[in-house]
């Protein structure tokens, strides 16, 4: 059983443990983070995600990413999804965007997005069983324009190149 901290609409703690699959109570958040994984020769890291996941099977995302535990700090959740999804330490990770969304039901996600800049052996990712099933490093034309899970992560790529 995988608990979530629930958070306000100010993105602090709310008291409110959260089990994933039950459902959210109305003004309650959970916390997202997805992390862009950026080469040191320039090209970014996308990651399929595997066909048994509710969410999104089979599609294609630029980086890792996932929900942050309960305790767990969001910087510390976001180091953890990178590397048990893609087998990369992060040495450290730079905030790119935070955003919130409020779904149907009137729960929500408060979501935290960071860059990992690395040169890891592009050959060296690990996938998490259940999680992703295949990679590539692509370079920023490539993405933009692409078809991926939806998320901050092609503007947080196109910023990126802008700079």
């Not at 890792?64 to 910087?75: D, Q, R, T």
């Not at 779904?103 to 050959?123: P, Q």
Request: hydrophobic share 35%; proline share 2%; net charge negative.
């Amino acid at each position: 059983m995988e608990l979530w901290d629930g958070y306000n609409e100010d993105r602090t703690l709310a008291g409110v443990d959260i089990v994933r699959g039950s459902e959210i109570p109305e003004g309650i958040y959970h916390a997202v983070v997805h992390i862009v994984v950026r080469h040191t020769d320039g090209s970014f890291l996308v990651t399929q995600r595997d066909f048994r996941k509710e969410g999104h099977p089979g599609e294609w995302e630029i980086g890792a990413g996932g929900s942050v535990l309960k305790g767990e700090s969001i910087y510390d959740g976001a180091v953890r999804e990178l590397f048990e999804e893609t087998g990369i330490r992060a040495e450290s990770l730079e905030q790119l965007y935070e955003d919130s969304k409020i779904r149907e039901n009137g729960s929500g996600a408060h979501y935290t997005g960071y860059l990992c800049v690395t040169d890891i052996d592009k050959n060296a990712v690990t996938l998490q069983e259940g999680e992703t099933i295949d990679y590539k490093w692509l370079s920023a034309g490539e993405i933009i324009g692409g078809e991926y899970v939806p998320s901050h992560a092609v503007e947080a790529v196109k910023r990126l190149t802008d700079k």
